[in-house]
């Protein structure tokens, strides 16, 4: 044990790690190719510079050889490019320490699809998965001196239409926009182990890229490596963490060896195991036990401590090779549970035996074109989550199994994932190649994934199962082409799939599809029945174009979807367009716009609860706003209707380009009104009156794992700042609950004047500070009689931000703050204001921002055509 602990403590001070070869022979090398790419059109001459990871559509940009995809409508004009075969090669000379190994290996983390590889000629593999990693033994084959690895990308379109003519049938594909690609109705997104998005949605365009999306690295070694160290959560409690640390181990020849693992920033062994390998794969356990441990907690419940353990593997006094996990030890567990009555079933999450509210949004790609993402990108979207007192992401399966770092961040930040498999809105094949297909694409992912604390839910696909009962897909069939169809569905995702989970994740939740109610429901006829159990999709408002109280009514046990379109704002707009698109009636801004109801339901959403604006500008401040009433009324109703409903993840948080979305943040990280009204409706603690049967009913609706005690106060002014009424009271808020702490006659707040007139504003202090605050209207907005107030601000700089200071002379709604030339965030925006008080806002800028002297501020009662009174 003390020469373990030797070895171990040197090797940490020293920080050895599998990244790199110095010195001594015993140790990995790993050389990454990222220069010197080059990359051409299969077929002809010229070669152009590329990079990697990249893709074909970004390296002809870098060219010139094409204009920005996204400006105007460029995108129609390079649909060609996924009907070419690329090609793209490298000559590297490898150094004299890789060339010594006994084993050379290269590693492809990602190739965008179809490619053969060649390496001096030779065939070393060929790759037929966006999703999977690729490797080659190339121990033969490399040479001293000039290498040259040439890989030949096929075009995914023409693969694609060979599959499905051997299909003999087409498989339905909802957003698979075949049309814009010039190919009618041939949909072969199915067929194809890539990203779903690349091939249109409803929210972005259509781009089949191919290339080196991930990074390409060149390894050798000697007698062993470590492949894999999988830290197995068996038992968590507070007291004590019991856990099993998996190491599997390539070995080139029979030998014994001694595995070890560690703390690493303590420097302490926790367990050590004498093994003898076999030539091959080894997978040994060494069991752990951790007493009082710091246990990892989702934001806003605790600490986000995170572990860092080594695994180590020795030969006699020689380290092999060395492997660092870090991760959060928890325990999360989806709670499924019948309700008394036996009408329906709970459906929440369980972290370190404490039921949570989830609080979040779906989660998209961040961009058309993936290598673009950088690792400040990541940052940026994960934090805004956590910034808007988030708590999960649903990582959707229309995209990818995401970067590391994306990962490493909500592990970071306590953002818990709900992941689907990449599967949406599609029925897929069912042969037997297809199938050993996504059983190695899932394997390798969840290898490379489940050390991660942040993952909470593995689910097997978006909307198919809703889709197949309810969309009339059925009806394109006969009866022996649905039983196929069928099958199929069956063994990915009730039988693959979870056994995929068990067997690599075990302990971890699967849920077959989202939204679903669960296995063996046959009471589909029961109205509402999808409000009882499972998780719901809730698009009545916006596609079924009902009104946004439809929200209060229809709720279910987790609400993983529900949204509303806005564009986002005009410095975003102006990237795209020219000053003649600027109008949601022009074809640029028609292009752009991917939901079949289109900009025009926007305008007709207005037209029910705002006055017209008072130009495009202005639109697209009442549209943002609009947007931000109508979502947050969801998300105050779900977290209102806690323990029966338990989550509420909004769509989206993010974009992959320019466009109208239902997006609170934009392709470029601008918050949108929506953000900063998920920032309030998510408060740990919130204050959420509803209107019901001639009563107020306030709830207080806390995150808290304590009771709070203070005093709630509501005030009742009339628009042009009267105070008509005070109430107060003393009220305590339970814990993790929602309650309703005051109900007050509807009569109380008439008879002071007309609901037109009239607003709530309630605060919650507990000693002297202000824990949270609302304001509540009684009326749609067009309805309401809103002066127009003069706000006066002032800006101060310090150091790196500034400050801002806010008056007015009368109640003023929605106040925005926007400046034309620097980018970044406020802390709050958006905001009500009364008058009599001094409001501050920081400002964050983004970039290089000297001057703030084009603060723009802007409120509700100013933006319409006719300004207010």
């Not at 990222?34 to 990079?51: I, L």
């Not at 509210?357 to 290598?371: H, R, S, V």
């Not at 408002?541 to 009104?547: D, I, M, N, S």
Request: charged share 25%; net charge neutral.
């Amino acid at each position: 044990m003390r020469r373990i602990y030797f070895i171990i403590t040197l090797l940490a001070s020293m920080g050895m790690f599998i990244t790199s070869c110095t010195g001594k022979g015993k140790q990995i090398v790993t050389k990454e190719l990222s220069g010197g790419w080059e990359f051409r059109q299969a077929g002809t001459e010229k070669w152009f510079p590329a990079e990697v990871p990249g893709c074909v559509h970004t390296d002809l940009l870098n060219n010139k050889q094409i204009e920005d995809p996204f400006y105007r409508m460029n995108e129609k004009d390079l649909q060609w490019i996924d009907k070419k075969d690329w090609e793209y090669r490298v000559v590297f000379t490898p150094d004299g320490s890789l060339l010594k190994k006994k084993h050379k290996e290269i590693v492809f983390r990602g190739l965008d699809t179809y490619a053969d590889v060649y390496l001096n000629d030779s065939l070393i593999l060929k790759a037929e998965n966006m999703f999977r990693e690729w490797k080659a033994d190339i121990s033969g084959l490399l040479k001293k001196g000039s290498n040259e690895i040439r890989i030949y990308f096929h075009s995914p379109i023409k693969i694609g239409l060979e599959k499905l003519e051997k299909n003999g049938y087409p498989l339905p594909a909802a957003n698979d926009y075949s049309e814009i690609g010039g190919m009618g109705d041939k949909r072969v997104s199915i067929f194809i182990r890539k990203a779903p998005y690349h091939f249109g949605w409803d929210w972005g365009p259509r781009f089949v890229t191919s290339g080196i999306w991930r990074p390409v690295e060149l390894q050798g070694w000697d007698e062993a490596r470590m492949e894999d160290l999988f830290i197995r959560q068996d038992h968590i409690t507070r007291e004590q963490a019991e856990i099993t640390a998996l190491v599997t181990v390539y070995s080139e020849t029979d030998m014994p060896a001694m595995l070890s693992i560690s703390d690493n920033d303590l420097k302490q062994v926790l367990g050590t195991r004498e093994v003898q390998l076999k030539k091959g794969h080894n997978t040994f356990d060494i069991p752990v036990k951790i007493s009082n441990p710091r246990l990892w907690w989702s934001h806003g419940l605790g600490e986000q401590k995170l572990y860092t353990f080594r695994g180590s593997l020795l030969t006699g006094n020689t380290l092999l090779d060395s492997r660092l996990v870090k991760t959060g030890l928890r325990d999360i567990k989806l709670i499924r549970k019948k309700d008394p009555d036996g009408q329906g079933e709970s459906f929440y999450f369980q972290l370190n035996g404490v039921p949570v509210f989830m609080k979040g949004a779906n989660y998209i790609p961040n961009d058309a074109f993936l290598p673009r993402v950088t690792p400040e990108k990541y940052e940026d979207v994960v934090k805004r989550a956590a910034d808007a007192n988030m708590n999960m992401l649903r990582v959707w399966g229309g995209g990818i199994y995401e970067n590391d770092e994306f990962y490493d961040l909500c592990d970071k930040y306590g953002i818990l994932l709900w992941h689907d498999f990449m599967f949406a809105c599609s029925m897929y094949p069912g042969d037997n190649e297809f199938l050993e297909n996504v059983r190695n694409e899932a394997i390798q992912n969840m290898v490379r994934l489940r050390n991660h604390p942040s993952i909470a839910l593995w689910c097997g696909n978006n909307e198919i199962e809703t889709a197949w009962r309810n969309w009339g897909w059925q009806n394109l069939y006969n009866e022996e082409q649905k039983k196929e169809i069928w099958k199929a569905y069956d063994t990915l995702f009730h039988k693959l799939l979870p056994s995929v989970v068990n067997e690599y994740a075990p302990g971890m939740a699967y849920w077959w599809s989202s939204p679903t109610q669960g296995l063996n429901i046959t009471d589909y006829n029961r109205p509402n029945r999808e409000l009882y159990s499972g998780d719901v999709h809730m698009w009545s408002v916006w596609h079924g174009k009902q009104p946004f109280s439809l929200y209060e009514k229809y709720i279910g046990r987790f609400m993983s979807e529900y949204g509303f379109q806005s564009f986002p704002e005009m410095k975003t707009i102006e990237s795209f367009t020219l000053p003649e698109d600027r109008d949601i009636t022009t074809e640029v801004l028609n292009w752009h716009q991917r939901s079949a109801p289109g900009n025009m339901l926007i305008k007709t959403y207005l037209d029910m609860y705002y006055k017209p604006a008072l130009n495009f500008e202005h639109f697209l401040y009442l549209n943002h706003v609009l947007q931000a009433e109508g979502v947050s009324l969801a998300m105050e109703a779900h977290r209102r209707a806690m323990p029966w409903c338990m989550g509420s993840l909004y769509w989206q948080i993010n974009d992959c380009w320019q466009a109208p979305s239902w997006s609170s943040t934009d392709y470029f990280g601008r918050w949108k009104a929506l953000h900063y009204y998920a920032r309030r409706a998510f408060s740990p603690l919130l204050i959420s009156p509803e209107v019901k049967n001639d009563s107020l009913y306030v709830y207080m609706v806390s995150d808290s794992l304590t009771d709070q005690h203070g005093v709630l106060r509501i005030s009742l002014y009339h628009f042009d700042g009267k105070l008509l009424l005070k109430r107060e009271k003393e009220v305590n808020v339970p814990g993790n609950t929602s309650t309703i702490v005051w109900t007050e006659p509807m009569q109380t707040f008439t008879e002071r004047g007309s609901l037109h007139d009239v607003f709530l504003y309630a605060e919650f202090i507990t000693g002297k500070s202000k824990e949270t605050e609302r304001y509540f209207y009684f009326d749609a907005p067009k309805n309401l009689n809103l002066a127009i107030p003069e706000i006066k601000h002032s800006v101060q700089k310090k150091g790196k931000v500034y400050e801002i200071t806010l008056t007015t002379d009368k109640p003023a709604r929605d106040v925005y703050l926007n400046s034309a030339s620097c980018d970044g965030w406020y802390d709050d925006n958006y905001f009500d204001m009364l008058p009599g008080r001094e409001y501050k806002i920081t400002f964050y800028p983004k970039n290089d921002c000297s001057r703030l002297d084009d603060l723009r501020v802007v409120s509700l009662a100013g933006s319409y055509v006719t300004q207010g009174k």
